[in-house]
């Protein structure tokens, strides 16, 4: 069973910036494509960046040039640098390890802009 853990989450003005950490237990970790997703009242969760095993990146349209995913392997760790917040990215933000046919989902961290 993978944990997978994440934090950074808290409240932050229009226009800022906060980081997002998720850090997954594991010896292959290297091995895992990882996701950040993120569900708001009343809506679907849906995919917010993803990064794989080597290293390629994807993000939602909502997001491109303001968010960055990123990974430490030696750390176990993915990361989520979110820039210029909007309040619409208020939510709950999920991380998500593949591998294989398998997924493990954390348990979720608060996102909340608001002036």
């Known amino acids: 069973q993978v944990q997978v853990v994440e934090s950074g989450g808290g409240l932050v003005q229009p226009g800022g910036s906060l980081r997002l950490s998720c850090a997954a237990s594991?010896?292959?970790?290297?091995?895992?494509?990882m996701g950040w997703y993120r569900q708001a009242p009343g809506k679907q969760r849906e995919l917010v960046a993803g990064?794989?095993?080597?290293?390629?990146?994807n993000y939602a349209d909502s997001v491109k040039g303001r968010f960055t995913i990123s990974r430490d392997n030696a750390k176990n760790t993915v990361y989520l640098q979110m820039n210029s917040l909007k309040p619409e990215d208020t939510a709950v933000y999920y991380c998500?390890?593949?591998?294989?046919?398998?997924?493990?989902w954390g348990q979720g961290t608060q996102v909340t802009v608001s002036s």
């Open positions: 594991g010896s292959i970790f290297n091995t895992y494509n």
């Open positions: 990064i794989t095993s080597g290293g390629r990146t």
């Open positions: 998500n390890a593949a591998y294989s046919r398998h997924e493990w």
